[in-house]
Structures are given as structure tokens and as C-alpha cells.
């Protein structure tokens, strides 16, 4: 485990909230299901994820 450096990792709490984002997403597609809101919600949620994910902080 010495190539897996702790400050590497995602932080616990950025993964909780981005994980609750997508359920909550997905229960809305199910219900609602506007096919354009579809789109533009999962590339919302896609561009944000990514930038609090894995981008580093500067």
C-alpha cells in the first residue's frame, strides 16, 4: 500500500455528497423524465462531479 499516498485519495465526505447527488438524480429521472432535463441535469452533475472529485485544489 506504499504507492497509495493518503492525500491522493477522494476525501469521504466529497464521495458521500456526490454519491446522494446521483441517487437523488436517478429517483428524479424515474419520476419526471423530461428527456432534455435528462441531459442537461447529467451533464451538470458529470462536469461538477468531476471538478469536485478529482481536480486538485490550488
Known amino acids: 500500500m506504499n504507492w497509495l499516498k493518503k492525500r491522493d485519495m477522494i476525501p469521504r465526505w466529497k464521495f458521500i455528497l456526490w454519491s446522494l447527488t446521483c441517487i437523488l438524480y436517478g429517483c428524479y429521472i424515474v419520476f419526471m423524465g423530461e428527456l432534455i432535463e435528462v441531459f442537461i441535469g447529467a451533464f451538470l452533475i ?12 490550488k
Do not use: C, I, V
Open 46 to 57: 458529470l462536469f461538477l462531479g468531476w471538478k469536485t472529485l478529482f481536480e486538485k485544489d
